[in-house]
């Protein structure tokens, strides 16, 4: 199995507060992405990296910034949290082979933004 | 847009057969793919399927046909362990192989 841990594993904190979530890989995957899931809702984008120091939006990165200084780690911040970051976080690796973009995700991050 | 419809939750019988459904609309093809996902736990890949046809892996089938924009997942001999959520996901037209999500089928197991 892919060597994907994610801290911290739950966390509660208060509105306009800064909260860093960090996904650390030992598999020298090249792709690294954060989701969040909500009920109802697919798992949705909030940024993804393709190599060190090179990430990208996804469809909901208002409100998130990310960093990617070595390829085994990668950070998601939230500036400023609010109530409607409240959610299930969940990191996630690949590394494209034959064309089938699979992903594995690590346990996940619980947050509650009160 | 974009848009990928499963059923909300399914019931079935511990020993039946169950077919989940998934109809997509995107913007491009490049393969479409079934996680399984327990409560409280992280998606796991299931299958992937990228031409017409059946795929078979054990008791888990994955079916595919681009020109109704549809697939299903087929899972045979239910097992109570087979109480999860059945997320879709479509690979799209896009150069970062960025997944297009469906909600996911809750699929609660029976004795």
């Known amino acids: 199995d892919a060597g994907i841990t994610q801290s911290p594993r739950h966390k509660v904190t208060e509105t306009g507060t800064p909260v860093t979530l960090r996904c650390h890989q030992t598999e020298n995957h090249r792709y690294m992405y954060w989701y969040r899931q909500d009920p109802g809702h697919g798992l949705r984008l909030i940024h993804y990296?393709?190599?060190?120091?090179?990430?990208d939006k996804g469809e909901v990165s208002d409100g998130y910034s990310v960093s990617r200084s070595k390829t085994e780690d990668f950070l998601l911040t939230l500036e400023s949290a609010t109530s409607s970051q409240t959610s299930v976080y969940f990191c996630a690796i690949s590394e494209m082979d034959s064309g089938a973009n699979v992903l594995t995700f690590g346990a996940g991050s619980r947050l509650t933004v009160l | 847009g974009q848009n990928i419809d499963q059923p909300t939750e399914m019931t079935a019988t511990e020993g039946a057969i169950v077919q989940i459904n998934c109809t997509y609309q995107t913007s491009g093809f490049n393969g479409l793919f079934w996680y399984q996902q327990h409560a409280g736990e992280a998606p796991t890949f299931l299958s992937y399927n990228v031409l017409d046809g059946l795929e078979e892996k054990g008791r888990f089938s994955s079916f595919l046909s681009r020109s109704k924009g549809y697939s299903y997942l087929l899972l045979k001999e239910l097992q109570m362990k087979d109480s999860a959520s059945y997320l879709c996901a479509v690979h799209g037209e896009d150069s970062n192989y960025q997944l297009i999500w469906g909600a996911g089928t809750k699929l609660i197991i029976k004795p």
């Open positions: 990296s393709y190599g060190v120091k090179d990430t």
